[in-house]
């Protein structure tokens, strides 16, 4: 019923970080990365602002193909109270538990997902700047 409403809220927070986090943010590390035929490329470091970005793309995605089923299913309509089970007086206690139990774990698991591409990136970006760093 309204389980997207509760990653949709932490998009907006995390959106929020972001442009914080984006406007400090200073030049990131560079690594010179050999391409091949003695050519180089220069490479620097993932900044946390776009990393927080594939956070928001995965929460705003998701909670759009969540808010498209729940229409779809005629769940959410546009008219006022807009969710169909508010509408029944014992209808909200069944849209916060959705929320609580459904909703969370939704945001959750994405964001626990979130975290374990960080840390692998974290890990790779770590790692090539160590063995750069050991070659020179």
Same mark, same amino acid.
């Given at each position: 019923?309204?389980?997207?409403?509760?990653?949709?809220?932490?998009?907006?927070?995390?959106?929020?970080?972001?442009?914080?986090?984006?406007?400090?943010?200073?030049?990131?590390?560079?690594?010179?990365?050999?391409?091949?035929?003695?050519?180089?490329?220069?490479?620097?470091?993932?900044?946390?602002?776009?990393?927080?970005?594939?956070?928001?793309?995965?929460?705003?995605?998701?909670?759009?193909?969540?808010?498209?089923?729940?229409?779809?299913?005629?769940?959410?309509?546009?008219?006022?109270?807009?969710?169909?089970?508010?509408?029944?007086? %014992? %209808?909200?206690?069944?849209?916060?538990?959705?929320?609580?139990?459904?909703?969370?774990?939704?945001?959750?698991?994405?964001?626990?997902?979130?975290?374990?591409?960080?840390?692998?990136?974290?890990?790779?970006?770590?790692?090539?700047?160590?063995?750069?760093?050991?070659?020179?």
């Amino acid at each position: 019923m309204a389980c997207f409403l509760v990653p949709v809220a932490e998009a907006v927070v995390t959106t929020v970080i972001m442009k914080a986090v984006e406007s400090k943010e200073i030049k990131s590390e560079t690594l010179k990365v050999e391409a091949g035929n003695d050519n180089f490329e220069t490479e620097s470091k993932i900044p946390f602002s776009r990393k927080l970005k594939w956070l928001n793309n995965m929460l705003w995605g998701g909670s759009a193909l969540l808010a498209f089923e729940h229409v779809w299913n005629g769940e959410v309509v546009p008219w006022f109270p807009f969710l169909t089970a508010v509408s029944d007086p %014992g %209808g909200v206690s069944a849209v916060l538990s959705e929320m609580a139990t459904v909703g969370v774990s939704m945001a959750l698991l994405v964001t626990a997902v979130w975290s374990v591409i960080v840390l692998v990136t974290n890990s790779l970006e770590k790692k090539a700047f160590k063995t750069q760093s050991s070659s020179n």
